[in-house]
């Protein structure tokens, strides 16, 4: 224990050390502001092997954040783990140092090394970390261009933010606004109109393997009864099936699913006859958050050989992650595996409507981007907004001590003294009206906010007040009472 203990206090010691260090070259830091920036890997750039490892439960973000802001230079974190992707939200008080500790705690907490990690993570920096975060609100950047569900997780992250005690001031708003963009998104451009979700695309993955003559006619198992099972329903119906077996732990969900779509008849079985289930089926999806295999090659060859009219093979189609069957099944000749990077041949169909309906929604988050930018430059006076009035004040509050007592604290009531102080304030609020109206801006109009700008540098300069390197340590302390606490 007392090794332990010594262990963890050497721990906090060289974090501070490194902040200190940090503050004692702050000056190099002062020119820019905090980073936003966002580390992460999707479908597009990693496979599904590597995105399960990385995955983080949803229960489990307050926790993951909570890690990250105790990083020495990460500020504020959000993270978006889904089946499709992994990444983290961050403001950063160094660029380079805050990136190098989000990748390490990445790879500690995967067991994958750095290296390797680099090799498939993106990284974005302030407005490319920001427009991809609308980018993938608005379903852009998703496996099926479009599709509804990432934008309900986006909107997740806030609430369960909200839930843990909020995220941080800059991430909340970028996540909000992201919200925004998504929503202007799909109701300006009609882009999720013929778009397809991971569900709806795993239902159509399967049409296409079955023989065209069959479809109808096979045997739907489906494993798991939660948000994205319930879609997979959803899309058989629409397809035309009428049948479809859905094997889950508890019966409610799937009463509930048999409740709200009454035009297919859904036959419950529990998980404890799920190996019986998928001997009676044709088809089996697979959606479940369990995090072991479901079905292994074993499994696989233990099943009964599927009908020569089904084209003699038993098709497993793995929409969950981390994955609920092993990529070894189609080792075996009469099963064949998909996972979700599979889809992608799903979603090849009408490319030039995509991309016509993709263009007009980079106009809306361009906008939206803007408005955002806007937002965050406006912050920039705040601080100089406060040091400037503490300074006035300062000289006030002198001035007046010097004016009392050689007046005498004998030859004042308090009516005359009050009035005395109420004059001091009132010339000292009356000299700061000008400068301080100059500084505050709403963020709308960009013209506006680069004159407030360039308002604040040279208030800055006139009374030397210092506020980026004041902010800076400000945040510095922060860091360090944090570890110390």
């Not at 099972?229 to 119906?237: D, E, T």
Request: hydrophobic letters at 40%; glycine letters at 6%; proline letters at 2%.
């Amino acid at each position: 224990c007392d090794a332990g203990g010594d262990a963890q206090a050497a721990s906090k010691a060289a974090s501070i050390t490194a902040l200190e260090q940090f503050k004692i070259s702050a000056d190099r830091y002062m020119k820019e502001k905090s980073s936003i920036a966002v580390i992460g890997l999707s479908v597009h750039t990693a496979p599904v092997d590597m995105r399960e490892k990385l995955a983080v439960a949803e229960e489990l973000w307050p926790r993951a954040i909570s890690e990250l802001t105790s990083l020495n230079h990460i500020e504020e974190a959000a993270v978006l783990s889904t089946c499709n992707r992994m990444e983290i939200y961050v403001v950063a008080l160094s660029w380079n140092r805050g990136i190098r500790e989000v990748v390490d705690w990445m790879s500690k907490k995967s067991g994958i090394p750095a290296s390797e990690l680099r090799e498939h993570l993106f990284m974005l920096r302030d407005s490319d970390a920001t427009r991809h975060l609308f980018e993938v609100s608005a379903g852009l950047d998703s496996l099926v261009l479009g599709e509804g569900q990432i934008l309900a997780q986006v909107k997740q992250v806030v609430r369960n933010g909200q839930n843990s005690g909020g995220l941080g001031k800059n991430i909340d708003r970028m996540f909000k606004d992201a919200i925004t963009a998504g929503k202007r998104v799909r109701c300006e451009t009609n882009i999720s109109a013929g778009a397809v979700s991971v569900s709806s695309a795993a239902v159509e993955l399967a049409m296409m393997k079955l023989p065209k003559s069959e479809c109808l006619s096979a045997r739907m198992l489906l494993i798991g009864a939660g948000k994205m099972g319930k879609l997979v329903v959803k899309h058989l119906i629409a397809k035309g099936c009428k049948k479809v077996v859905v094997v889950n732990r508890s019966v409610e969900r799937v009463d509930a699913i048999r409740e709200e779509m009454k035009d297919i008849e859904i036959v419950y079985r529990p998980l404890t006859e799920m190996y019986e289930a998928a001997a009676d089926a044709d088809v089996v999806f697979t959606s479940t958050a369990s995090e072991s295999l479901l079905f292994t090659k074993e499994h696989a060859e233990a099943l009964p050989p599927i009908s020569l009219a089904m084209g003699g093979v038993r098709l497993f189609v793995d929409i969950s992650v981390p994955r609920n069957v092993g990529a070894c099944l189609s080792e075996v000749e009469h099963a064949r595996v998909y996972n979700v990077d599979d889809l992608k041949e799903v979603v090849e169909a009408n490319k030039e409507d995509r991309v016509r309906k993709a263009m007009e929604a980079q106009a809306i988050i361009t906008q939206e981007l803007k408005r955002f930018e806007a937002w965050r430059d406006s912050l920039e006076t705040v601080p100089t907004i406060k040091k400037l009035r503490s300074y006035a004040d300062r000289i006030r509050a002198s001035e007046l001590e010097k004016c009392l007592q050689k007046i005498g604290e004998d030859n004042l009531n308090k009516k005359m003294r009050r009035s005395i102080e109420e004059l001091s304030t009132g010339i000292v609020n009356k000299l700061l009206h000008g400068p301080l109206q100059h500084l505050r801006c709403d963020g709308s109009d960009s013209r506006t906010l680069d004159e407030t700008l360039e308002n604040m540098h040279a208030l800055n300069r006139m009374f030397n007040l210092d506020t980026e390197k004041a902010v800076l340590e400000q945040k510095i302390k922060a860091k360090v009472e944090k570890i110390q606490s």
